[in-house]
């Protein structure tokens, strides 16, 4: 009986070591957004996004260089907060992510950039749209997004070309998304010859800007510009209305989301315009198979950035498969060098890890929903 004993163990160690060479690798991969809070829409959106790249890939049976590999996603909320952010970032990196979808906000991103630098961990944001972001001189940073140079400016000269508008006041909640938006809005349009009337100031989470409007009703401006976020612009519109500031409001991705009618009440139909980055979602060639996928998985509609931060989880992952490892110091060679195909289109990034060429659209409100009026060729 000795031998069958013998043959019987070889086997089972056979098969023992069969398994352990075919085991999955687990990947973590980190997403980080604000879950709660005024923006907290715009950040489930964006987890959603990851966690249906997520899902795809484990159910195709991903592999990098021949070998089974099982992503983990690992949520967290940063509460759009640059303190909670930085700690988010540190608590990712310690549970071993290899990469991080996120965050949103830019005021968040650019300090949580450090610490994923400093550890080697790639960050790709798929919103965050500072163009400081870009240049901290962080190789591991990536932005699948266009910047507020191109947004902010886009806004201004459609202000004054297409709106025809000679006088504009500005306001921002003092944010680094909204201050570096309304500054490239103000360069672009005095370079455009708009006249800047006022420029206010606010926070991300004031509710009355009666205040503010009833200094800037005062000087008459054609355009209100807000560098800011949806719900703090969709109350300003509303409020612009009980106080008969007769302007058009324009800003950049921050305001352009479907929650805006809802939010202020209506007022604003066909007089608000914003700047978002890449093409409208229909238009892309999976763009409306993407919205079907994302409603089935989630009984909910694509919001803002879900497609971004979708694609960006993809491109991570292609990355990890053309460099052969999912260690970041090894793929983020092949982010840096090689090209990518994208439910959003080609992406390439430059030196800076800004993707090159990226796409904006203007959107108006109309109807209730957003329109896309006008792209980038």
């Not at 980190?30 to 484990?58: C, F, H, M, W």
């Not at 992503?71 to 540190?90: H, R, Y």
Request: net charge neutral; charged share 20%.
């Amino acid at each position: 009986m000795k031998p069958m004993k013998t043959a019987m163990s070889f086997i089972a160690c056979a098969m023992l070591l069969s398994n352990v060479a075919h085991a999955q690798e687990v990947v973590k991969i980190g997403v980080a957004g604000p879950l709660t809070g005024s923006a907290a829409q715009s950040g489930k959106d964006d987890e959603r996004g990851v966690r249906l790249a997520i899902d795809e890939l484990n159910a195709k049976g991903f592999t990098i260089a021949g070998k089974p590999v099982k992503f983990e996603l690992i949520s967290m909320d940063d509460q759009g907060d640059p303190k909670v952010g930085v700690n988010v970032a540190q608590k990712l990196v310690d549970d071993g992510v290899a990469a991080v979808i996120g965050h949103y906000n830019s005021g968040v991103s650019i300090p949580a950039a450090r610490i994923y630098n400093d550890a080697k961990v790639v960050m790709m944001t798929g919103a965050s749209s500072n163009p400081d972001l870009t240049h901290l001189g962080y190789p591991y940073v990536f932005r699948l997004a266009t910047n507020d140079n191109v947004m902010g400016g886009r806004m201004a000269v459609y202000a004054s070309k297409v709106l025809g508008a000679q006088r504009a006041a500005v306001i921002d909640d003092r944010t680094a998304y909204g201050t570096g938006v309304a500054d490239v809005f103000i360069k672009t349009a005095k370079k455009e010859g708009l006249q800047i009337v006022a420029r206010e100031y606010s926070t991300d989470k004031a509710t009355d800007f009666k205040a503010i409007l009833t200094q800037v009703k005062s000087r008459n401006p054609q355009v209100v510009f807000y560098g800011g976020y949806y719900a703090q612009a969709a109350t300003l519109a509303r409020q612009m209305g009980e106080l008969g500031v007769n302007a058009t409001l324009v800003g950049g991705d921050g305001i352009c989301s479907p929650e805006f009618d809802k939010l202020s009440a209506g007022v604003a139909d066909k007089r608000m315009f914003c700047a978002q980055g890449g093409a409208p979602l229909d238009t892309l060639p999976d763009g409306k198979n993407f919205r079907a996928k994302f409603k089935s998985a989630f009984s909910a509609d694509v919001d803002t950035y879900a497609p971004a931060f979708y694609a960006a989880t993809l491109v991570v992952a292609d990355a990890m498969r053309k460099a052969g490892s999912a260690k970041p110091e090894v793929f983020v060679k092949a982010l840096r060098e090689q090209s990518f195909d994208s439910i959003l289109g080609p992406v390439k990034f430059d030196a800076n890890g800004d993707w090159i060429d990226a796409p904006v659209t203007v959107y108006r409100l109309n109807g209730g929903a957003l329109t896309a009026i006008a792209q980038k060729d």
